[in-house]
């Protein structure tokens, strides 16, 4: 599940490089401490705008702000504060330790020192939450003094990321084959979500994002056809989550595909649309829009190339929508 980081940003170094990176984007081609390294190539697929938003904490006297970043991972929530009150939000999509890169962005204190544990995020939101709200939902108390940068864990953090809604639904923690697995046959579908559950799917949602778009920038939708960047399509369970056995999660390689944010995943989840025989197919649900009419008309035949080796989980979908 999510953890969430909190940051403050009272003193003047702080506010300067929240301005400096955070509230305005860098631009990616153009920093020379990552320039043809392995680093600007994988924030080419996270960013394909070349835009990006960064922030980052320095090692601490003994190295304990260091230990509390290297706790977080892709897809937590990092909350910004300053008076008392959390005024930014931004979900973490990759993390480096690189002091030239940190020196590049912000340069040194009046110290000679850099904050060199670095993260990106995205998803950066205005908020407008006191800190004294956070610390009850948290179980902490009312008038507890949060320090520089922390992380807590996510039992902890669970009231606070579903009670505001911080949580991506494009970043997600990086999970194993191993631990998919595992993750896969403990999930209970008979019984009420409580946190462990919501954890493994979330986990399962990252896992399968994943294996469908490896890396890749851009990819095509299922169903339209089109090629979206990325963060414009999910990963929809072809078979309703729900009605999967443990046999069906586990194929994994085809239980899934891309299908684009953008239309096509609320045409195929209510049964506007289906595959048959690898082509999209128009089912006769009542449709009172000519535009929503014309959207079905050009979908209408498409070939899916989702289609081999999921023709049983597109054929439950089929089955269920009862138009044919």
Same mark, same amino acid.
């Given at each position: 599940?999510?953890?969430?980081?909190?940051?403050?940003?009272?003193?003047?170094?702080?506010?300067?490089? =929240? !301005?400096?990176?955070?509230?305005?984007? @860098?631009?990616?081609?153009? +920093? $020379? #401490?990552?320039?043809?390294?392995? *680093?600007?190539?994988?924030?080419?697929?996270?960013?394909?705008?070349?835009?990006?938003?960064?922030?980052?904490?320095?090692?601490?006297?003994?190295?304990?702000?260091?230990?509390?970043?290297?706790?977080?991972?892709?897809?937590?929530?990092?909350?910004?504060?300053?008076?008392?009150?959390?005024?930014?939000?931004?979900?973490?999509?990759?993390?480096?330790?690189?002091?030239?890169?940190?020196?590049?962005?912000?340069?040194?204190?009046?110290?000679?020192?850099?904050?060199?544990?670095?993260?990106?995020?995205?998803?950066?939101?205005?908020?407008?939450?006191?800190?004294?709200?956070?610390?009850?939902?948290?179980?902490?108390?009312?008038?507890?003094?949060?320090?520089?940068?922390?992380?807590? =864990? !996510?039992?902890?953090?669970?009231?606070? @990321?579903?009670?505001?809604? +911080? $949580? #991506?639904?494009?970043?997600?923690? *990086?999970?194993?084959?191993?631990?998919?697995?595992?993750?896969?046959?403990?999930?209970?579908?008979?019984?009420?979500?409580?946190?462990?559950?919501?954890?493994?799917?979330?986990?399962?949602?990252?896992?399968?994002?994943?294996?469908?778009?490896?890396?890749?920038?851009?990819?095509?939708?299922?169903?339209?056809?089109?090629?979206?960047?990325?963060?414009?399509?999910?990963?929809?369970?072809?078979?309703?989550?729900?009605?999967?056995?443990?046999?069906?999660?586990?194929?994994?390689?085809?239980?899934?595909?891309?299908?684009?944010?953008?239309?096509?995943?609320?045409?195929?989840?209510?049964?506007?649309?289906?595959?048959?025989?690898?082509?999209?197919?128009?089912?006769?649900?009542?449709?009172?829009?000519?535009?929503?009419?014309?959207?079905?008309?050009?979908?209408?035949?498409?070939?899916?190339?989702?289609?081999?080796?999921?023709?049983?989980?597109?054929?439950?979908?089929?089955?269920?929508?009862?138009?044919?």
């Amino acid at each position: 599940m999510t953890k969430i980081a909190f940051q403050s940003a009272a003193d003047s170094d702080s506010r300067e490089n =929240l !301005e400096k990176t955070l509230l305005n984007p @860098v631009v990616l081609s153009e +920093l $020379e #401490s990552i320039r043809g390294t392995g *680093i600007a190539e994988e924030l080419a697929n996270i960013y394909p705008g070349d835009m990006a938003r960064v922030g980052a904490v320095k090692q601490g006297k003994e190295g304990e702000q260091k230990a509390e970043w290297e706790k977080l991972q892709r897809g937590d929530v990092v909350l910004f504060m300053r008076d008392d009150m959390v005024f930014l939000s931004g979900i973490v999509t990759y993390l480096v330790k690189n002091p030239d890169l940190a020196r590049e962005l912000w340069g040194d204190d009046e110290r000679g020192h850099t904050p060199e544990c670095v993260y990106f995020v995205d998803e950066v939101k205005d908020q407008f939450i006191p800190c004294s709200t956070i610390n009850r939902m948290m179980g902490l108390e009312e008038t507890y003094p949060w320090p520089g940068f922390q992380v807590h =864990l !996510e039992d902890v953090s669970a009231p606070v @990321v579903y009670g505001y809604q +911080l $949580e #991506s639904h494009v970043y997600f923690p *990086i999970v194993s084959e191993d631990e998919y697995k595992e993750i896969v046959q403990e999930i209970d579908r008979t019984r009420p979500l409580d946190t462990k559950g919501w954890s493994r799917l979330r986990k399962e949602d990252g896992f399968l994002r994943d294996q469908l778009f490896r890396g890749k920038v851009v990819e095509e939708c299922g169903i339209c056809g089109n090629k979206y960047p990325t963060q414009f399509l999910i990963a929809a369970h072809i078979k309703d989550r729900w009605h999967c056995t443990t046999e069906d999660r586990l194929d994994y390689q085809n239980i899934a595909m891309p299908i684009c944010k953008l239309g096509c995943e609320e045409l195929y989840r209510r049964n506007y649309v289906t595959v048959i025989d690898e082509r999209v197919a128009v089912t006769k649900a009542r449709v009172d829009s000519k535009d929503l009419k014309s959207i079905l008309v050009r979908l209408q035949g498409r070939v899916c190339p989702w289609f081999k080796g999921s023709r049983k989980y597109f054929d439950w979908h089929t089955r269920l929508g009862k138009y044919f």
